[in-house]
């Protein structure tokens, strides 16, 4: 139940996308469809090889850690390029602690990971190098609890941390690129034709390359995915998810296969045909859960001392149920108990926010959110969850006043809740009470100060003032989370137009530049960089900072260049 989208060479994944002749559409089938030529059909071992120890296989030659993580940094800036992922920093909270939940009790919770969410409503999930793991909107709408998004994740940590995606890509490196060529030389005839005909031969080419990549990958996923299902549950297990979640997934899943005939963005994805949820794979996961209730539960205990590190399976006592990661801890008295719920395990409330805000932010439009919501009320399928939904999609649509009514009358039911509150308090700006809203957002930085989400929503409603005032607020709000979001687009676009407002040219320069080098565009983020290093007024340290950047980017744009890619924007220049 993985794309594996991840052995990209760095010159083939930007040169892929210099096809500004297909329409938007056939480009994001286009990225796909050369993701899985790259990747997908070399992405899993045979059964022989899910055998061998990992000493045993070459794959780990291939690439490096440090390249695995670079082809995953770019998979992710492409995406991001082509406005395909979604960038709201209450859903990426949400999305990391639950999946960083779920890393830190797999079968090697040092391994690094990055979750990010797909702009898309299809039904998938995917597992590249270097531990990037995406989950499309689609699939959290089709779940019903946070269980069951859960399992999915914690399938495709199985197959990072199993190796899958690795050991494929020996494979990928002899099969995909014959295949990749063969598309790019078909799609590159029919975008030259004159005919009105064209972009739908270059969609059949395009299906065509991924139909016969997707064949090859049949033989070679049965092994993998029965694996990362055994290894994912127990994952789900460790980490005090419901193991039930599971095959509960797999059941929505083979119910939208099968009954799913809506538009393009709805359609469930062919993926599901070729990793069928079959219900073999149902009840397999059925019993699985059932033994691991049997069983009881087992920690994997690490003790790091400056001589060594010890890691052991602890077996947590009672058996009779599978106990919630944290319940128990060797180290404490055998009667004493901690409550799941306690450490906030399960928070099904919260689960509901993010998953309603994910529906309103993946719409088309915020009429058509609206309107979806109006449907679901109609039908009497409108719960709490639901009229978040509907606050916010009418936030976003400009009613301000009536969204305010909204949130606050859902704060009397959930005091103190963070997502309602930072739903207030922007519907209250929004509606022209600014005293009001900045109060609350000053509140909430007391409750939870450096809390990225409150700090970002709180900037962009400070930045739509565009006074020097409200820009320097800003900046004091975001500088302290400049560090950890490096890697942060949104982050960074939001601190640059706040610089820009408090009149801080230089630091908005940088954060431009870094924002264009986070989505995909490294020789716009070098020339940016470049002309902000002839200002006159630069400091000893802005220009060191401004050097190490160009530094550190300048071997990634020369190797685009020498395979020919260049910007389509500074070309035209």
């Known amino acids: 139940m993985t794309i594996n989208a991840g052995f990209t060479p760095p010159a083939s994944v930007p040169g892929m996308l210099r096809l500004p002749a297909l329409p938007r559409i ?21 059964a022989q090889d899910s055998r061998l120890p990992d000493i045993g296989s070459s794959a780990g030659t291939v690439l490096s850690p440090s390249q695995q993580s670079e082809y995953g940094q770019m998979l992710l800036a492409q995406l991001r390029h082509y406005d395909m992922v979604l960038e709201d920093p209450l859903v ?13 009790s797999s079968d090697q919770p040092r391994q690094s990971f990055t979750f990010f969410m797909m702009n898309d409503r299809s039904i998938n999930a995917f597992a590249t190098l270097g531990g990037y793991i995406g989950l499309n909107v689609g699939l959290v709408l089709t779940a019903e609890t946070e269980d069951e998004v859960a399992a999915v994740l914690s399938h495709e940590i199985a197959h990072v941390t199993q190796n899958h995606v690795l050991r494929g890509a020996e494979r990928a490196q002899r099969d995909s690129i014959p295949i990749l060529l063969a598309m790019l030389g078909a799609i590159a005839v029919a975008s030259s034709s004159d005919s009105s005909s064209s972009g739908n031969a270059a969609m059949a080419a395009i299906a065509s390359a991924q139909g016969l990549a997707i064949q090859r990958q049949i033989d070679y996923t049965r092994s993998n995915e029965s694996e990362a299902d055994r290894l994912g549950m127990r994952t789900l297990a460790r980490s005090g998810f419901d193991v039930d979640g599971m095959a509960d997934m797999f059941e929505r899943m083979q119910a939208a296969s099968r009954t799913n005939q809506g538009g393009e963005r ?24 059932e033994q691991l209730r049997d069983s009881g539960a087992s920690v994997l205990a690490t003790t790091s001392t400056p001589e060594a590190i010890r890691t052991e399976r602890i077996a947590v006592p009672g058996g009779a149920a599978v106990a919630p990661a944290g319940t128990f801890n060797p180290l404490l008295p055998g009667s004493l108990r901690v409550s799941a719920a306690g450490l906030g395990y399960g928070d099904s409330t919260e689960f509901g926010w993010a998953r309603e805000r994910m529906r309103v932010l993946s719409a088309n439009t915020t009429g058509a959110a609206i309107r979806e919501y109006e449907r679901m009320r109609s039908a009497g399928d409108f719960d709490d969850a ?39 308090a922007e519907a209250e700006a929004r509606s022209g009470r600014n005293a009001e809203a900045d109060a609350r957002f000053e509140a909430l930085l007391q409750r939870m100060p450096e809390h990225r989400a409150v700090a970002l929503t709180y900037a962009g409603v400070l930045a739509e003032r565009n006074t020097p005032e409200a820009g320097r607020r800003a900046q004091e709000l975001l500088r302290p989370l400049l560090r950890p979001a490096a890697d942060d687009p949104l982050f960074q676009r939001t601190f640059a137009r706040i610089s820009e407002i408090a009149g801080d040219p230089v630091r908005a320069g940088e954060a431009y530049a870094e924002a264009a080098f986070l989505s995909g565009r490294a020789e716009q983020a070098l020339v940016q960089l470049n002309t902000l290093k002839k200002r006159d007024d630069l400091d000893y340290y802005a220009r060191a900072r401004i050097d190490a950047r160009i530094a550190a980017i300048t071997p990634t744009v020369l190797e685009l260049r020498r395979q020919g890619v260049r910007d389509e924007d500074l070309r035209r220049r």
Do not use: N
């Not at 056939?26 to 045979?46: D, K, Y």
């Not at 599901?272 to 149902?282: E, M």
């Not at 006043?401 to 207030?424: C, H, I, K, M, R």
């Open 26 to 46: 056939a480009m994001r089938t286009f990225l796909f469809a050369a993701a899985l030529c790259l990747a997908v059909a070399g992405s899993h071992a045979t």
């Open 92 to 104: 990426d909270q949400w999305l990391r602690t639950t999946g960083t939940r779920l890393a830190a």
């Open 266 to 289: 709805e359609r469930a994805p062919d993926y599901l045909r070729t990793h069928p949820v079959t219900t073999t794979r149902i009840s397999e996961a059925r019993q699985r859960a």
């Open 386 to 424: 639901k009229r978040y939904g509907l606050a916010l999609a009418r936030l976003r649509a400009g009613e301000g006043a009536a969204a305010a009514s909204q949130f606050a009358a859902l704060l009397q039911d959930y005091p103190g809740d963070v997502w309602l509150t930072l739903g207030l």
